[in-house]
T-cell receptor
Framework: DTGVSQDPRHKITKRGQNVTFRCDPISEHNRLYWYRQTLGQGPEFLTYFQNEAQLEKSRLLSDRFSAERPKGSFSTLEIQRTEQGDSAMYLC??????????????FGSGTQLSVL | ELKVEQNPLFLSMQEGKNYTIYCNYSTTSDRLYWYRQDPGKSLESLFVLLSNGAVKQEGRLMASLDTKARLSTLHITAAVHDLSATYFCAGTQGGSEKLVFGKGTKLTVNP
């Protein structure tokens, strides 16, 4: 499967714990995005990388959230001191800069986070 | 700041019927996207509309864009059960890579 891969698929944690999610984009896609989706809502933008550079960050991304893409390939999203309001589906997407698909975002299956 | 509104939010229709989902956006949008999401699954890209008057079709779905009216439509022709899903429109603004999504339209096609 050459799609966007996210790990884990599900994560249950207790309030106050730290969690980290991983995203492996489609090979050679240099753009990578993180979104968050709650039930009954559309996805909300969190952050965007071009290669290893984090070029856009939403105001939603509080100090407790940090994202990295150290070598311009996979990315991690860490949430520190989780709160119940962080419970959501965290979606990763990737896109190429060039080619006929360069306007499309390809989404992964997401990581469902439940904070108890 | 760009805001995207879809209507209706819920749509129940019979197989074989036609219907249109509307997507209004508040300010100039560079690109307009339509996505499909099945329950518990991720988003599947349907269409990307880049310019005024753009029309794209895939099977029973046709999307159009009117930038002057700040309106995109997703038209469903002769609906079938397999089209049951939630459909999202999303726009971008001002050269940003951020997609702003609407709340989605949950479509149920009944036999």
């Amino acid at each position: 499967d050459t799609g966007v891969s996210q790990d884990p698929r599900h994560k249950i944690t207790k309030r106050g714990q730290n969690v980290t999610f991983r995203c492996d984009p489609i090979s050679e896609h240099n753009r990578l995005y993180w979104y968050r989706q709650t039930l009954g809502q559309g996805p909300e933008f969190l952050t965007y990388f071009q290669n290893e550079a984090q070029l856009e960050k939403s105001r939603l991304l509080s100090d407790r959230f940090s994202a990295e893409r150290p070598k311009g390939s996979f990315s991690t999203l860490e949430i520190q001191r989780t709160e119940q309001g962080d419970s959501a589906m965290y979606l990763c997407a990737s896109s190429p800069s060039l080619g006929q698909d360069n306007e499309k975002l390809f989404f992964g299956s997401g990581t469902q986070l439940s904070v108890l | 700041e760009l805001k995207v509104e879809q209507n209706p939010l819920f749509l129940s229709m019979q197989e074989g019927k036609n219907y249109t989902i509307y997507c209004n956006y508040s300010t100039t949008s560079d690109r307009l996207y339509w996505y499909r999401q099945d329950p518990g699954k991720s988003l599947e890209s349907l269409f990307v509309l880049l310019s005024n008057g753009a029309v794209k079709q895939e099977g029973r779905l046709m999307a159009s864009l009117d930038t002057k009216a700040r309106l995109s439509t997703l038209h469903i022709t002769a609906a079938v059960h397999d089209l049951s899903a939630t459909y999202f429109c999303a726009g971008t603004q001002g050269g940003s890579e951020k997609l702003v999504f609407g709340k989605g339209t949950k479509l149920t096609v009944n036999p």
